[in-house]
Structures are given as structure tokens and as C-alpha cells.
């Protein structure tokens, strides 16, 4: 058992060692006979999951040049994306060359739990079954000492492009003292570009939602694909409408919002499908004004959800230059479908459900 006293615990199938901490990073070494050391840390704060494992890669690959010889050939063997333990995770390997002799195989998983990220790497060819059964263990069975209060509702998409698992999405909602509700989305896409190169795109919002689903305030956080960051603060003008602050790709953003009356969250959208799509049958169409940072910062968008006859039952959403046809749960929500933004076209399916409202 890895115990951290007053911190965090997990179980892990193989002997470990707890190496030096660094900035509140902790390093265990996994012992495997015959091969260097699964090395995984744990620290405070969760991270931006795609990039993680992008980072990653670039330190290792450095590294290993300085101790096997020149990095020669490396192509991508596999990516991944999904839910262990309640946990959204990103994972990929590269098969590479050193010193034109050697041959490896790195192997990296990323994941957030509970306020924590985590990431483990192993570089020598094979393993790979003994890889991830240590990077799930440590996933699914930690917990912190201290942990969070526990979502009313969680979900967790996986995002495919042309049958690649390059994208996870996570979807939380809890509740505070007021009985106002937290929602919290996380997003990560780990998309290839070639036979050895990865780009990543990673965006957090919490909305802070009234009973009923109208808007209190609104954070969003996001990273392109070329590095730019957006972080914006939407709240309600003190004298009428909204108003938002903070940075777009980098750049300082002053605004008023085009709109001065309620706007709707997740949580608002979850509630109209059951409550009104979900009672009136198909061909329902329910409209949402939403804050929509990533179409139009300054603006709110006219959100379409409509049912669609079948078996089982379908939902059409429209919003700006997005659409997204799905299978729809007994609830009304998603559980899989397909976004299209333009020539971009992603596979949506739920891996992960717990709670409810």
C-alpha cells in the first residue's frame, strides 16, 4: 500500500519505492525485474491532462539521448482516452530507436482524481500489460486524505476521430450550502498530426447555477493547439447585463455582453431535457441562451435542443457553427453521438455515470 500520511494512499500490484519530493511532487519507483523502474508522480492540482503526456514525452526523449545515444526513428504505437475509477485519463506510446541499436518502447499515462494529477512513464521495449495495470491501480484505488465533496452527478465522454480514442471530456455537478450548484466541465483532446507527433488542446469552465439553472457566474480557462491561452471571467454588470474580463488567445478582454437578461447553464440544459424534451415527446424543440467563450465571448448564443424519433429516442443540438445528433438516455441527456464543427467531425461516447438530480 502507498501511503502518504495526512495526504493520499493507493494500492499498487508491484514493490515500490518513494523517491525524492520536489515542489510537492512525490516520485515512486514500481520495481520490475529484468527492466528500469515505472516511475509515476503525484502532486497537488490537477493538470492539463493532453499536454501532460505531450510534456512528458519531450523530457523523456531528451533524456534518454543523453543516456542511450541519438533518438533515431519514433512513431506512435498507440493513444488513448478514457475513465478509470471516475478519473478522465490520457495515455500513448512511442516506439523509437537510440544510438541506431536500441530499441524502446516509452509508455505514458496522465489522469486527474480528486484535486490530484498523476503520471506515470516506462521506456523499455515490452511491458505494456504490466504498465497499465499499474498505472490503473494507482488511479483507481487513490484517495486522498482530505477528499472534496462528492459530485451529485458525474460523466465522463470519450472523443474519437476516425476511430482514435484522442479526447476526454468530464462533466461534474455539486451542490454548496445555498443549494446553489457547481458545474464543473474539463476537456482534453492528445490528437496525432504524423507517424510521431501529437498536438493538444485543454479547456476547464465551472459555472456557478442557480437551483433552476440560471447563470450566476461563469469561469473559462482554455489552450490551443498553437499554445495560446484564453481565461475569462463572466459575472453580472453591477449596474445591468454582463460583463466580461480576463484574456483571449492572450490578450487583455474588457467587455460588456450583448445580453441583459438570464442566461442558462449545463445544469439548465440537463434540467429542460428532462423536464420539458423528455415529457413532450419528439420533435420537442426547447431553447437555451448560453455563454458560449470559445464561439463568442462577448455574445450569447441561441442554443437549439430538439428530439428526434427512434429507438431508441435522439437529440439534435444546435449551437453557433456546432452541432451534435445523439442517442439520448432515459433522462433526455446524451450518452453517444457525433459533433460536427465545420470539416472537424468527433465520436462522443459516455464511459463513465454516477449520481443524479
Known amino acids: 500500500m502507498l501511503e502518504m500520511p ?9 514493490p515500490f519505492e518513494v ?6 511532487t512525490d516520485q515512486i519507483q514500481v520495481a520490475l525485474e529484468g527492466s528500469v523502474p515505472i516511475v509515476c508522480y503525484v502532486w497537488e ?14 523530457l523523456l526523449f531528451e533524456s534518454l539521448s543523453q543516456e542511450l545515444g541519438e533518438i533515431g526513428h519514433r512513431s506512435l504505437t498507440a493513444i488513448d482516452a478514457g475513465a478509470l475509477g471516475g478519473a478522465p485519463f490520457h495515455a500513448a506510446s512511442w516506439l523509437f530507436t537510440a544510438d541506431a541499436s536500441s530499441l524502446g518502447l516509452l509508455k505514458i499515462a496522465a489522469a486527474n482524481k480528486q484535486g490530484r ?9 515490452g511491458y505494456r500489460q504490466t504498465f497499465e495495470r499499474v498505472f490503473s491501480d494507482l488511479v483507481e484505488s487513490f484517495q486522498v486524505a482530505e477528499p472534496p465533496p462528492v459530485p451529485y452527478y458525474a460523466e465522463i465522454f470519450v472523443m474519437r476521430m476516425n476511430d482514435l480514442p484522442v ?10 450550502a445555498e443549494g446553489d450548484t457547481r458545474v464543473k466541465h474539463h476537456s482534453s483532446t492528445l490528437i496525432p498530426t504524423s507517424q ?50 480576463g484574456k483571449l488567445q492572450d490578450k ?23 423536464e420539458r424534451l423528455v415529457p413532450l415527446g419528439d420533435e420537442t424543440v426547447v431553447r437555451q441562451l448560453r455563454w458560449v467563450p470559445e464561439v463568442d465571448p462577448t455574445g450569447v448564443l441561441d442554443v437549439s435542443l430538439e428530439g428526434v424519433a427512434g429507438d431508441p429516442p435522439g437529440l439534435r443540438l444546435r449551437f453557433g457553427p456546432i452541432e451534435m445528433t445523439a442517442v439520448r438516455d432515459p433522462l433526455g441527456m446524451a450518452r453517444s453521438g457525433t459533433v460536427r464543427a465545420g470539416r472537424i467531425e468527433m465520436a462522443l461516447e459516455r464511459v463513465y455515470q454516477d449520481g443524479g438530480f
Do not use: K
Open 196 to 245: 510521431s507527433e501529437l498536438v493538444s488542446t485543454y479547456s476547464v469552465s465551472v459555472e456557478w447555477s442557480r437551483p433552476d439553472g440560471a447563470l450566476i457566474n461563469s469561469y473559462s480557462s482554455e489552450t490551443g493547439v498553437d499554445g495560446t491561452h484564453t481565461e475569462l471571467m463572466l459575472r453580472r454588470n453591477e449596474i445591468r447585463g454582463w460583463h466580461v474580463t
Open 252 to 274: 487583455e478582454l474588457d467587455a460588456d455582453v450583448e445580453h441583459e437578461g438570464s442566461i442558462d447553464t449545463s445544469l439548465g440544459e440537463s434540467i429542460a431535457l428532462r
Open 167 to 176: 479526447g476526454v471530456e468530464q462533466l461534474e455537478f455539486s451542490m454548496d
Open 6 to 14: 495526512g495526504e493520499y494512499r493507493a494500492r499498487l500490484p508491484l
Open 117 to 125: 494529477g498523476m503520471a506515470c512513464n516506462h521506456w523499455d521495449a
Open 45 to 58: 492540482g490537477e493538470s492539463e491532462l493532453g499536454v501532460t503526456v505531450m510534456r512528458t514525452a519531450d
Open 19 to 24: 523517491g525524492e519530493t520536489e515542489g510537492g
